[in-house]
């Protein structure tokens, strides 16, 4: 069974950085995808930065050189540093996992997650 246990979010000035943590257990050695998803109040759920067991990692755009995503050697910790966070950025911010690497669909990357935890909360204020 995979147990995930978000950490690290909180109340920061636009321009701040945050780096988030994810505590993990379950996940397999090999054959899985993890992924950082955020959701705002009234707006939809994105995925914001994922990788998976072959190296591929991925990120939305809105994201793009602001945010990386990391993961330790043994698997059991899974990070999003954020840079240059905007108000745009305020949302929880789940981490999730999946039993297969990342896919393409319609030229964009994803991570069948099925396993997600209960989420931190960032907010960005201007």
């Known amino acids: 069974q995979v147990h995930l246990v978000e950490s690290g979010g909180g109340s920061v000035q636009a321009g701040d950085s945050l780096k988030l943590s994810c505590t993990m257990s379950?996940?397999?050695?090999?054959?899985?995808?993890l992924v950082w998803i955020r959701q705002a109040p009234g707006k939809e759920r994105e995925g914001v930065a994922a990788?998976?067991?072959?190296?591929?990692?991925s990120y939305a755009d809105s994201v793009k050189g602001r945010f990386a995503i990391s993961q330790d050697s043994d698997k059991k910790s899974l990070y999003l540093q954020m840079n240059l966070l905007t108000p745009e950025d305020t949302a929880m911010y789940y981490c999730?996992?999946?039993?297969?690497?990342?896919?393409?669909?319609?030229?964009?990357?994803?991570?069948?997650?099925?396993?997600w935890g209960q989420g931190t909360q960032v907010t960005v204020s201007s």
């Open positions: 379950g996940v397999p050695n090999d054959g899985y995808c």
């Open positions: 999730a996992a999946g039993n297969a690497p990342l896919y393409v669909k319609d030229g964009r990357d994803y991570c069948d997650y099925g396993y």
């Open positions: 990788l998976d067991s072959v190296g591929l990692r």
